[in-house]
């Protein structure tokens, strides 16, 4: 048994390096029907689901479910708020944010702002330096949104803004400072 998982895994992987992510994501779901504690399936399953906006919803089903069988997983626990995040579910994600803050991965520091941000919550504060470092991840973060189409998530942070810069002015400065460019560009 232990040699078929094995294999199967690797078969996902070649498939979602081809860029066949539905024929890998059968795969992985395959593996977590047979032994449903499989992290190793669960995680790759949802860096594949939130790879593309078509399947935001599935990515929903995916780490929800991953989330109930290894409760105790960061890196699931981490998918899970990215997925509810994107899919605009903001107030869910926010808990799963602040208990990743302790890992201090700026990614993950840069996501609970932003829900923070968007649903009137300003409770997180980052001093110096620090605000500093969420505020580039946090743009990095923004840069991933409008790559993805994230299109009414990033609506709502432009129309954010004020809250945004109540917790990284940093970030809320440079973002005013784009849309501005851009505003100019459409003018000219």
Do not use: Y
Request: hydrophobic share 45%; aromatic share 4%.
């Amino acid at each position: 048994p232990g040699a078929t998982r094995v294999l199967k895994f690797d078969l996902a992987r070649l498939l979602a390096r081809r860029g066949d992510e539905l024929g890998a994501l059968k795969v992985l779901h395959g593996l977590v029907s047979e032994h449903s504690g499989d992290v190793e399936a669960w995680h790759l399953g949802g860096e594949l689901a939130l790879r593309k906006p078509e399947f935001l919803e599935f990515a929903l089903e995916w780490t929800g479910e991953a989330l109930r069988a290894a409760p105790a997983q960061s890196p699931l626990a981490a998918q899970r708020a990215e997925a509810l995040m994107l899919n605009g579910e903001l107030e869910a994600a926010a808990p799963l944010w602040r208990q990743l803050r302790s890992e201090r991965k700026p990614e993950q520091l840069a996501a609970l702002p932003l829900c923070e941000a968007l649903t009137g919550d300003l409770s997180t504060r980052f001093g110096g330096s620090e605000e500093n470092e969420v505020s580039r991840a946090f743009l990095g973060l923004f840069r991933r949104l409008v790559e993805r189409g994230a299109e009414a998530l990033v609506r709502r942070i432009q129309i954010n803004l004020r809250g945004l810069a109540e917790i990284l002015p940093t970030a809320a400065h440079a973002l005013e400072q784009v849309l501005a460019d851009v505003g100019e560009a459409r003018a000219a």
